[in-house]
C-alpha cells in the first residue's frame, strides 16, 4: 500500500504557516495536500532492521489481546501514536509481522523518528504530533524518549528534564484523509495525556475504527471521563491492560455491534 507523491513544490513551508495561522478545517484540501506530498512516508521496503528480531511481542499485552478478539484477521491496517522507535513496546509490529497488516506511524519527536525509520517498518510514517485542536498548529515538545509530551502550560515546561523544541501538528483525521484512509481496525494511542483531547478532535461519523487502546494515567479528566466518553462513541470497553513498571496504563476498547 502507497501513495503517490508530488514533491515539485520545494517551498512549501511558507503555505503551511499560512494555513496554520489560518487554523483551516481538517479536510481543507491545501492542508490534505501537502501533509500527502511532505509529510507522509511510504512503508520500507527493506528487510526488518529490528534490535530484538526474536521478540514477536514488543507490546505490554496489547498486541495479542486485539489479535484475538480480531479473530486472528490477516492484512488489517493499524494507527499507532506515539510510535517512539517503531520497536520498543509497540503495540502495533507484532500485528505487522505475524499478519502482515498495514498501517500508520506517527511520532512527534524526531530523535524517535529517525530511529524509527531505521527499523524499516512495513506502515506509513510520519514525524509529526496529533494536534488537540481541529486544526493545525505549531507547538512546544518537551523530548523524552517515551515520556515526551506537549508543553500546554508552565507545568508542562518545568518537571522532568528535557530539550523542548517546535514540532508540527496534525488533527489525525487530516492525516488519515491523505494516506485515503477512514477504516481503522485498531488504533493505539499513547500521548502523555493529551489522549482525550486527541479522540475529541476525531470526527466518529467519518472514521470507522474497530479497536483502540488508549493510555488513561495521564489524562486530567480522569479514566473514568474517558471511558465515559469513548463508550458514548458507540464502543465498549473490554480490559485495562497494565504493567508492574508502568510502560502500560490503557483501556481496550471495541466498537458496538449494531
Known sequence: MYIQQDKSQTDYSKEMDQLNREQV??????????????W????SDAEYNLQFPDLLDPSAGQAPFVDNRMSFKE??????CGALDGETRSNTLM???LRKWNGLLIEADPSNYKNLKEKHRKAFSINACLSIYPFPVIMEF?????????????KDRGGKKGTIIEVQCFPLYSILLAINVTR?????????GDELKVLQTLPFDQV????????YKHIDLGEDYLKNYVENKGYDS???????RQWANDIIFKKRKT
Do not use: A
Open 184 to 192: 481503522i481496525d485498531f488504533f493505539s494511542l499513547d500521548v502523555e
Open 238 to 244: 473490554l480490559v485495562k491492560i497494565g504493567h508492574y
Open 142 to 154: 518537551k523530548q523524552r524518549f517515551s515520556q515526551g509530551k506537549l508543553i500546554e502550560n508552565e
Open 25 to 38: 478545517s481538517m479536510d481543507d484540501p491545501r492542508l490534505i495536500q501537502l501533509i500527502r506530498n511532505h
Open 208 to 215: 470507522d475504527i474497530e479497536m483502540m487502546t488508549v493510555e
Open 95 to 97: 500485528l505487522e509481522r
Open 75 to 80: 492484512r488489517g491496517f493499524y494507527v499507532e
Open 40 to 43: 507522509i512516508e511510504n512503508p
